[in-house]
């Protein structure tokens, strides 16, 4: 952490590590917008300068101004993303705003299937300029796998090289464009909005191209991700130096168009061909480890996206595994296969970087939109004056509608695949949400302090076999003086345990990201201790390792005694055993629900099959753990007519 923190302060180490883990998809957008720009259209000055001012003043508007001036002010304790903004404004308690929120992590995980796939892709292509007949598919699908392959090692030893690499791409971006610039300086007109204004509303069809231009955005995202990782200061910044590279690549793709004025593209990459000869095969090595190191950071904001979601109660806990001790580094092995296996049959599917094009886009907009409806309620709450968020709101209101109704155009040129990916995801995560809720509202909760006396009473009954010396619940009720009924009747009916100390522990995830923090409450001297864990979104529930160090913190401060009770071994100072018993609940089938309730918890039933049990997912060491099924009932089916007869 403190290394994590050190990175986010300006430095040239920072500068070089947000090179390498911010900009990958941004940055990759000059291999493929102006082809996809352009198409199979007859190249004109109208359509090339028009579409390079559009570029210019998305990359300005859109990424420079909402993203890194206004998206990076909304941190959350330093940290970014789109659901570490929903738990802050969720404090505005809007119910509604969940939507936004999960729709936007849904469309970004969708865009995990394209962004490897196509920044691949492209980049794999450009062989086709030494022999137009190579096969680039089973190559794409070989880097692909391969780099699905290594998460599960950590990616730490190959993070370090991706500044550096970055930082080449970016001179070899900048550099080229700037010589081809030379070559026709009208492409400079393109500062001009009125030449963006112009091919938007008066070029035929010219609107329909702002799909296209979206492309070179689809990263701007990352950069409010990534907050944490690298820092506003680093990111902004390098951002002067990243955006004035590819304005100088996107202007110098414009002139050598504008000076092929007339022809088509064919099978011309506009990308490769402002590059000498001489320099091909090597920028070709550099394009595809640019490709490789976008890959990896929408890899990694897939398995963080995934670890807040499941915080957050968005999804069912899954195994999550830590492969390096760098903080924020983690691999989900379930969602990295899904991933491996979707980004293969994107690219088996549309098998052109081309064709991915046509798909690319429509689902990031949506996320983008999210963005912009949290960001006003951000300001809202910040006391920003209504005279400045709505000026803000209807702008950027303006500009992603506009941008969704043009890659509208997307949905039957396979904008169909995220969209569905997206839609799927939405369905999953707020059926799990809802659910969760209904689960919720059929516990009951007790005042734990009427049954505090019958808890002594049955530790101190020597006619009952002792359960355990120390007898831990993991409970759900947010208030200290309540506890859930099922935990009564499991310490005084279902099998009464008798046991010297009583623990109840309680887990409250907090909206900050990185808090690990404990409040200890003894209801009765040395006999029944409550403990509250406040744990951030973004921090592994290891229970079993944090309730060891919180027991040691009681012993050191000689504010409980461990020790086994039994004569025998207390003489010995033997530290007596701790049982774990994890209440595992299940809707019985008493309950009447709504047929819309049905649908929910039956869409939860089907996704908890793919997450861990409850034991494992609050890192219990699984032979100290009990674990008892319970139903719940609040609507039960009401009496049965059944009647007697002789």
Not at 455 to 481: F, G, M, Q, W
Request: glycine share 6%; aromatic share 12%; with cysteine.
């Amino acid at each position: 952490m403190a290394h994590s923190n050190k990175l986010s302060k300006l430095s040239a180490a920072g500068l070089l590590v947000t090179l390498g883990i911010v900009y990958g998809d941004i940055g990759t957008s000059p291999l493929y917008v102006m082809k996809a720009i352009i198409g199979r259209s007859v190249i004109n000055d109208d359509l090339v300068i028009g579409g390079v001012s559009c570029v210019f003043w998305t990359l300005t508007l859109q990424t420079t101004f909402k993203y890194v001036t206004l998206m990076l002010r909304a941190d959350n304790k330093g940290e970014g993303g789109i659901f570490s903004l929903y738990a802050l404004v969720r404090k505005a308690k809007v119910s509604w705003l969940i939507f936004p929120a999960i729709i936007g992590g849904s469309a970004l995980l969708a865009d995990g299937l394209i962004t490897p796939s196509i920044s691949v892709a492209s980049a794999v292509e450009g062989m086709r300029y030494f022999n137009p007949d190579i096969p680039t598919i089973p190559i794409v699908i070989s880097i692909l796998f391969l780099l699905f392959f290594i998460q599960q090692f950590g990616t730490s030893f190959v993070g370090k090289s991706f500044g550096p690499i970055m930082l080449l791409w970016f001179a070899m971006l900048g550099i080229l464009g700037a010589n081809m610039l030379f070559t026709n300086l009208e492409i400079l007109k393109a500062f001009n909005p009125y030449y963006a204004y112009h091919l938007l509303v008066i070029y035929p069809h010219g609107f329909w191209l702002l799909g296209a231009v979206f492309l070179c955005t689809t990263g701007a995202e990352a950069l409010y991700t990534d907050l944490g990782h690298c820092g506003r200061k680093n990111i902004r910044v390098s951002w002067i130096a990243v955006k004035t590279c590819l304005l100088l690549n996107y202007f110098g793709q414009g002139a050598w168009l504008l000076n092929r004025s007339g022809s088509t593209l064919d099978e011309h990459n506009p990308f490769y061909s402002i590059m000498p000869s001489w320099f091909l095969f090597t920028g070709i090595i550099i394009a595809t480890f640019a490709a490789v190191v976008a890959s990896q950071a929408l890899i990694s904001a897939s398995f963080t996206l995934i670890n807040e979601a499941i915080r957050l109660n968005f999804g069912p806990k899954l195994k999550i595994i830590y492969p390096t001790e760098m903080r924020g580094q983690l691999y989900v092995p379930t969602v990295n296969w899904v991933l491996c296996a979707g980004c293969i049959g994107v690219v088996l599917y549309f098998r052109e970087s081309e064709n991915m094009g046509s798909a690319y886009g429509l689902s990031i907009i949506l996320a983008m939109m999210a963005d912009t409806l949290m960001l006003s309620f951000y300001l809202h709450l910040k006391r920003v004056s209504n005279y400045i968020i709505l000026p803000l709101l209807l702008l950027f209101v303006s500009i992603d509608t506009s941008f969704l109704i043009a890659n509208l155009d997307k949905v039957a040129h396979g904008g169909w695949v995220t969209l569905l990916v997206t839609s799927f995801l939405f369905g999953n995560m707020f059926a799990w949400f809802e659910a969760r809720k209904i689960r919720n509202r059929l516990v009951d909760f007790l005042k734990i302090e009427d049954y505090l006396g019958l808890i002594t009473d049955l530790s101190n009954d020597t006619s009952i076999p002792k359960y355990a010396t120390h007898l831990v619940y993991l409970t759900s009720a947010n208030r200290r003086d309540e506890i859930e009924s099922k935990v009564i009747y499991s310490i005084l009916q279902k099998q009464p345990k008798r046991a010297d100390i009583y623990w109840f522990v309680h887990v409250d995830v907090i909206d900050e990201p990185y808090t690990m923090e404990y409040k200890v409450q003894e209801l009765v001297n040395d006999k029944v201790i409550h403990i509250d864990f406040r744990l951030g979104f973004r921090i592994e529930q290891r229970i079993n390792v944090m309730f060891r160090q919180v027991v040691q913190d009681l012993v050191a401060n000689k504010e409980v005694d461990i020790r086994s009770r039994y004569y025998s071994l207390s003489k010995m100072n033997v530290i007596g055993d701790f049982r774990f018993v994890v209440i595992e609940k299940h809707i019985s089938n008493e309950n009447v629900f709504r047929f819309i309730e049905k649908i929910v918890l039956n869409i939860y039933s089907f996704l908890k099959l793919f997450g861990m049990p409850e034991e494992k997912a609050f890192g219990l060491d699984t032979s100290l753990v009990t674990i008892e099924k319970v139903p719940l009932v609040v609507n039960p089916v009401g009496k049965i007519n059944l009647k007697r007869v002789k």
